[in-house]
Nanobody, 127 residues
């Protein structure tokens, strides 16, 4: 059983930066691919970024590439999403997701691929 707890959301102005954190707790040691998703009102949950267990591979949605950076510290069981140059359209609930995988270099980007989710943290960007 995997538990994920996000933190770091808040209300910021356009152009500001924010860093989200997600701590992973698991009864078993394993290799987990991690993803950050977001869901705005009336829209589907979408993958913003994802990172392999070994950190060698990552994915970014086109709309955030160059502005967001995903990273992880496996010693701290924590994954981060550093967000810069925030825009009002980045406003959403941000969710952390984890899924055990066999390969340390696998990246998953579909929400249907993840079975472990955090409770979400609200990010609001004002114009």
């Amino acid at each position: 059983q995997v538990q994920l707890v996000e933190s770091g959301g808040g209300l910021v102005q356009a152009g500001d930066s924010l860093t989200l954190s997600c701590v992973v707790s698991s009864r078993t040691v394993g290799t987990y691919v991690m993803g950050w998703f977001r869901q705005a009102p009336g829209k589907e949950r979408e993958c913003v970024a994802a990172i392999s267990w070994n950190g060698a591979n990552s994915y970014y949605q086109d709309s955030v590439r160059g502005r967001f950076t995903i990273s992880r510290d496996n010693n701290k069981n924590t994954v981060y999403l550093q967000m810069t140059s925030l825009k009002p359209e980045d406003t959403a609930i941000y969710y952390c997701a984890a899924e055990p995988v066999a390969s340390r270099s696998t990246v998953l980007t579909s929400r249907r691929s993840y079975n472990n989710w955090g409770q979400g943290t609200q990010v609001t960007v004002s114009s």
